[in-house]
C-alpha cells in the first residue's frame, strides 16, 4: 500500500476509537439530564445563636455573657459558640478582641438552651459589649 492510503487508514482507525471512546461518554452525559438537583444548604448556625445578657460579676470582675441557642427544625445536635467581648459594638481597627468558645450540646428541634460564657478581667469603670463572633452546629448522630 501507498503511503497515502496508510494515512487515510490511520485517520480513520483514530476517528472511530473516538467515536467508540467519547459516544458512551456524550451519552451517558445527555441521558442523566444533567446535575442533579441540590437540597438547600441549611442556615448558618449564627442565626440560630444570640446573647441574651451581658455583664460584669462584681466579684471576679469577669465578664459573663448569657447565651441562648434555638434548635434547627428538623435535627438535634449541639453548638459551638464563640462569643466576643468588648468595649463597643463596632470592632477598633487593628485590635483584637478577646473571646471565649462555649458548648451547648444536646440541643432539640425547636427547643431553646441556655449557656454562660465567661470572659476576660473587666475594667471597672467600662461597660462590656459581648456579642457572637461565629457558631457552629454539629447534628447529633442517628440511631437506628
Excluded: N
Excluded at 460579676?57 to 453548638?79: K, N, Q, W
Excluded at 471565649?100 to 470572659?119: M, Q, W
Amino acid at each position: 500500500m501507498s503511503a497515502l492510503k496508510w494515512r487515510w487508514l490511520l485517520t480513520g482507525l483514530v476517528a472511530l476509537s473516538g467515536l467508540l471512546v467519547f459516544a458512551p461518554l456524550g451519552l451517558y452525559v445527555w441521558a442523566s439530564g444533567g446535575e442533579p438537583p441540590e437540597e438547600p444548604p441549611p442556615p448558618p448556625a449564627v442565626e440560630d445563636v444570640r446573647v441574651t445578657d451581658c455583664r460584669t460579676d462584681p466579684a471576679s470582675r469577669r465578664v459573663l455573657a448569657s447565651i441562648e441557642a434555638t434548635g434547627r427544625s428538623g435535627r438535634s445536635g449541639s453548638y459551638v459558640v464563640t462569643v466576643e467581648f468588648r468595649e463597643k459594638a463596632e470592632p477598633e481597627p487593628g485590635q483584637r478582641a478577646a473571646q471565649a468558645l462555649v458548648k451547648i450540646p444536646g440541643v432539640l428541634p425547636g427547643a431553646t438552651e441556655h449557656a454562660e460564657a465567661v470572659g476576660p478581667l473587666w475594667p471597672v469603670a467600662t461597660v462590656p459589649w459581648c456579642g457572637v463572633a461565629g457558631a457552629e452546629f454539629t447534628p447529633a448522630p442517628e440511631t437506628p
